[in-house]
């Protein structure tokens, strides 16, 4: 082949000098010429192979030195191959290079949380009943949150829900605060709308308490407010029975308790079965096999006249009931700050639900 030729040692290296030009001169622009380079110098049947089958031709005395010579050539060539590779690399051609079968790095996929998860399936199940979804402000004036709601300035029921003022009420200015209920958006639909309504009102509302596994200083709401002729104590009943067996199952038992509300006569306040030790007693249900779960009431006159509704010819019914413990009992949470502290630990049990 190309060294047969060769007849001695100065021809010999003369060759390789020759070929080290020509390494060093060459340019590679595709993955295909870098092949060619491969192939042509370091392929199996490739020049350095071949020039160093020569080594058998040179005299012994030359051996060492001329080895020397051959191995510095060889690593010439395979220098260049890399450095043609890594060209490559740094071009657009990096696809040649990158490895589509590794496995590619996880991305961290959140999760919902479990209040949303909550509220959402109770607007779903209100949906289907043909409750249409209201929202409101989270700071509110007093008339909506409290006036409009038959709760007038220095009624003792205003003690109920401690309240945090964003800006008390002065001699032309009415009191601004943070909604402690969402009653305050049924307010404001009544206000702009007609009946028939059927609204529910979900929303983060506000309590002036001292945070503890019980109690928080927000929390979150769904009210409802439904108001048509002739609606009766039997719809509230039937609605709210059918809200608990779609939440919780068709097993679940309800009872209802006489209470107070200022914006409703009667009230009632609802109890269902303790879902955590199905009745027998634990610390959730306090050993009495019942939790409250929400309050409701035929709506009073008075808010219906506060909003030119004629109360000789609608009635209404309200409900008011907190996701926290909805969710409490949905999920066994037992400390109420877990909602509110974004802790993975916590938020990643819920993956799945
Ligand atoms: N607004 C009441 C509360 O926050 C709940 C409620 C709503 C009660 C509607 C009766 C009717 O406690």
Redo the contacts with the bound molecule.
Sequence with gaps: MVFAYIRNMEQLLQQIEAMKAEIAATVATTPEQVEQFRIKYLGTKGLVKEIMGEMKNVPNEQKKEFGQILNAFKMMAEEKMQQLQSALGDSDEQSAKFDFTLPGDPVAVGTRHPLNLVRNQMVSIFKRLGFAVAEGPEVEDDWHNFGA?NLPEDHPARD??DTFYVQEASENNAAWLLR????SV?ARVMETQKPPIRVICPGR?YRNETISARAHCFFH?V???YIDENVSFADLKQTLYFFVQEMFGKDVKVRFRP?Y?P??EP?AEMDISCQICAGKGCNICKHTGWVEI????M?HPKVLENFGIDPEKYTG?????GVERIAQLKYQVNDLRLYSQNDLRFLEQFKSV
């Excluded at 402690?180 to 009653?183: A, G, L, Q, V, Y």
């Design positions: 709601m109920m829900q402690t209920h969402t009653s049924q509302v709401q009210e409802g407010l209470s509300f914006f409703t009230s929400l309050g409701s009431g709506v019914f309200a409900f008011g009931m």
